[in-house]
């Protein structure tokens, strides 16, 4: 078949132009382009994230272990089978089809048509075939999961009854998984319209495909699948979508001790010591305990808010969340996103994360039960980000209820909850 004056690209008989020509000029522009916006993006996310503090990270075998089951493997995705399955399959379906990517680049970089064909002979058609099935898998479970979304019977997912869904969110879900059917369709009419090569399911739209117009329906739905792969890659680095790259380095920098170990203060034992006479650093007239904003978070509570689907397990097993409460882990995660996006447009906000996004009556509702933890299909903490957030407003703030403020000074002056002596401890057992 001769792309030559129709699209730019040589007979697959001949693997290499002889000339460049005006089609690959615009491609390799396309390329470049789109190439430097989203590095730059990338960029912009990276400077962001390092405004955070830095973590120390030990046994990283480990590490990478939990990142090879949780990220690569899925693992937590099964613990609801068919949406696992399903997840699965667009998963792989995106890893994989890039395979194909990377020839419709070459491609459209070097005027040819098909280059790999060539060299692989019958086998060429043996993984075309297998990426065909691979779309089909990923356009069904997109239309499932459309479907669901739209139905509203999933309450976590439903906007109407969570708050933080509504607007930009629930667009950009149902964006998603319509820019993923329209990529799928765009390759099974690509290869339908090869009139030399017959494929396992694009073969059936052949019949449906004007004889006469296969090589500009092929150039169409060649041009509209790689240019819509490009866009796709720029959109999903202002889209909750972030978590097919942040995802792993999210994983990696995850606790490995249990979920229930709240990490301590140094700084606190430190300035106790000092107190009681005891060695340690100087005293830092400048400490702040707790955090208020994304400068005082750790770089993996950025990652982690990067990294978020939105899917909602974590609110829907919150027990604060499921009695009415404010609290929401999902709305957390999101308003630190948010947080970061906006010290991107501007740096010199005098905005901070608590208060002007998190309240404080969200704090308050959470119970540290680590629920949210636990349904995480990779294991980002939120409730992370809402003890730092808490502890600036208890310890920096002294913004606490009277029954705590009570309990406080108990603990200070009896070394316990409760308003006894010391001495009469057993009086403790009464009460």
Not at 35 to 55: E, S
Not at 116 to 122: C, K, T, V
Not at 391 to 403: C, L, N, V
Request: glycine letters at 6%; proline letters at 5%; hydrophobic letters at 45%.
């Amino acid at each position: 078949m001769d792309f030559g004056n129709a699209a730019g690209v040589v007979d697959p008989g001949s693997v290499y132009p002889t000339h460049i020509n005006m089609n690959q000029i615009v491609f390799i522009a396309i390329l470049l382009v789109m190439g430097y916006l989203i590095a730059r993006r990338f960029g912009q996310i990276a400077k962001t994230i390092h405004l955070a503090k830095p973590v120390q990270v030990t046994n990283s075998n480990e590490r990478w272990r939990r990142v090879v089951l949780l990220a690569f493997g899925q693992k937590k995705m099964f613990e609801k089978p068919l949406v696992g399955i399903m997840h699965v399959f667009i998963y792989l379906g995106f890893v994989l089809i890039n395979i194909e990517i990377l020839e419709i680049v070459v491609d459209g970089v070097l005027g040819t048509h098909r280059i790999f064909a060539p060299f692989l002979g019958d086998f060429y058609t043996v993984i075309i075939d297998f990426f065909e099935l691979l779309a089909a898998g990923v356009f069904l479970a997109c239309v499932v999961f459309a479907t669901r979304r739209l139905s509203h019977q999933i309450k976590r997912l439903d906007p109407t009854k969570q708050a933080e869904l509504k607007g930009f969110p629930v667009l950009d879900a149902m964006l998603i998984l319509v820019i993923e059917m329209i990529l799928m369709t765009a390759l099974y009419v690509m290869n339908a319209a090869d009139p030399d090569r017959s494929f396992l399911i694009s073969k059936y739209l052949k019949p449906l495909l004007p004889a006469g117009s296969l090589h500009i329906i092929e150039i169409g739905a060649w041009w509209i699948h790689i240019i819509g792969i490009l866009l796709f890659a720029l959109y999903v680095t202002y889209s909750k979508h972030l978590h097919i790259f942040f995802a792993f380095p999210a994983v990696y920098y995850s606790k490995l001790d249990s979920s229930a170990h709240m990490s301590d203060m140094p700084h606190v034992t430190n300035e106790v010591n000092i107190m009681l006479g005891k060695p340690g650093e100087p005293s830092n007239p400048d400490l702040k305990f707790g955090a208020q904003d994304i400068k005082d978070l750790t770089i993996k509570n950025a990652l982690d808010a990067y990294s978020c689907t939105e899917c909602g397990r974590c609110t829907e097993q919150c027990p604060a969340n499921q009695t009415g409460k404010a609290l929401s882990p999902r709305k957390i995660m999101m308003d630190t996103r948010d947080r970061m996006e906006e010290l991107q447009k501007d740096p010199n906000s005098s905005n901070t994360l608590l208060g002007n996004y998190v309240s404080a009556e969200e704090l308050r509702a959470c119970t540290t039960c680590q629920a949210c933890e636990e349904a995480c299909p990779i294991q980002l903490s939120p409730l992370e980000i809402i003890l730092a957030l808490r502890r600036y407003q208890i310890m920096e703030q002294s913004d606490a209820p009277g029954a705590w403020n009570a309990m406080f000074a108990n603990i200070e002056t009896n070394q316990a909850p409760w308003k006894f002596d010391p001495s009469d401890r057993l009086n403790w057992t009464k009460s």
